[in-house]
């Protein structure tokens, strides 16, 4: 069973920056993509940004510039490095791994709350 353990959530003013962190308990090569999502309370969980191993990454348009995807293949581990943080990035950061067999593994979620 894959686990994936997120990490690096907080509280922050508006302007400032917080690093994410994903630890796969497995290799995650193994994974067709891995991603980061968030989530608000009455609102459908969307996408922040996903990146295909071997390939491209994408980014939701509300956060191209400020925050990007990366990852350490040696640590089994995905960051999501978040700068000029917005009162409207806060929200619960779910990691997400997309196995090469078609299986969908999500982390339990890392509360981010930035300040006006």
């Known amino acids: 069973q894959v686990q994936l353990v997120e990490s690096g959530g907080g509280f922050v003013q508006a302007g400032g920056s917080l690093r994410l962190s994903c630890v796969a308990s497995g290799s995650i090569f193994s994974f067709n993509a891995m991603g980061w999502y968030r989530q608000v309370p009455g609102k459908q969980r969307e996408l922040v940004a996903v990146?295909?191993?071997?390939?491209?990454?994408n980014y939701a348009d509300s956060v191209k510039g400020r925050f990007t995807i990366s990852r350490d293949n040696a640590k089994n581990t995905v960051y999501l490095q978040m700068n000029s943080l917005k009162p409207e990035d806060t929200a619960v950061y779910y990691c997400?791994?997309?196995?090469?067999?078609?299986?969908?593994?999500w982390g339990q979620g890392t509360q981010v709350t930035v300040s006006s």
């Open positions: 990146q295909i191993t071997g390939g491209s990454t």
């Open positions: 997400k791994a997309d196995s090469r067999r078609g299986f969908v593994y």
